[in-house]
């Protein structure tokens, strides 16, 4: 149980064009779903967290215009970076969480590539 | 705020020696600590966590943690390394009030050498 999954896994997109990571609680109502970035070799850096038929709380440094997150059901939310450069190109990985519980499922991450 | 500090960013290891991965939190309440592992390109899995039941942890693989307030440090062990242990491995804390966001340290690389 609890399975989270992300597609695409891999993507590379040309300079400023914009592509769409999905994430999906496969067996299970994700109330709040999270977006974490990490660059090679690095830590997680958590970008956002998202209510389901809320806004996403993004954290500082984050540029929401940018990075833009919808939690329209309890089972997807999608990430959808706009007008990616090069400097977006990261490991994107997504982990869910249900209502009154403090453990998050994790994603098998998104590699983006933009060139 | 809360922090981990994960000492060591590469641990080299012996097959069948003994794992040590060093974390230590910092934390105006008691937390909630997590150790997860990552694969190479592939998501988080978690090891095993401390809630604030019993102070010693065991989880998936043969890993452990005990919890020792009074140094704030949660380290992961393992008896015997396996080749198949060789990861990343990152210590994460939250503030168990509201259940927040997982705060994680910069990661320790585990090498296991045959």
């Known amino acids: 149980g609890a399975v989270v999954s992300q597609h695409p896994s891999r993507v590379i997109c040309k300079s400023g064009t914009s592509v769409k990571i999905e994430c999906r609680s496969l067996?299970?109502?994700?109330?709040?779903m999270f977006w974490y970035r990490q660059f090679p070799k690095q830590s997680l850096m958590l970008m956002a967290t998202s209510n389901e038929g809320s806004k996403a709380t993004y954290e500082q440094g984050v540029e929401k215009d940018k990075f833009l997150i919808n939690h329209a059901s309890l089972t997807l939310s999608t990430l959808t970076v706009t007008s990616a450069h090069p400097e977006d190109s990261s490991f994107y990985i997504c982990s869910a969480r249900v209502a009154g519980a403090y453990e998050q499922y994790f994603g098998p991450g998104t590699r983006l590539t933009v060139t | 705020a809360q922090s981990v500090t994960q000492l060591g960013s590469h641990v080299s290891v012996s097959e069948g020696a003994l794992v040590l991965l060093r974390c230590n939190y910092s934390s105006s309440v008691p937390p909630y600590l997590f150790w997860y592992v990552q694969y190479p390109n592939q998501g988080l899995q978690l090891l095993l966590k401390?809630?604030?039941?019993?102070?010693l942890v065991k989880g998936i693989n043969g890993f452990e943690a005990e919890f020792k307030k009074s140094e704030t440090s949660f380290h992961l062990t393992k008896p015997s390394a396996h080749m198949s242990d060789a990861a990343e491995y990152f210590c994460?804390?939250?503030?168990?009030?509201?259940?927040?966001?997982?705060?994680f340290g910069k990661g320790t690389m585990l090498l296991v050498s045959p």
């Open positions: 401390y809630t604030s039941a019993a102070t």
């Open positions: 067996d299970f109502q994700a109330t709040t």
């Open positions: 994460a804390v939250m503030d168990p009030v509201g259940y927040s966001t997982l705060t």
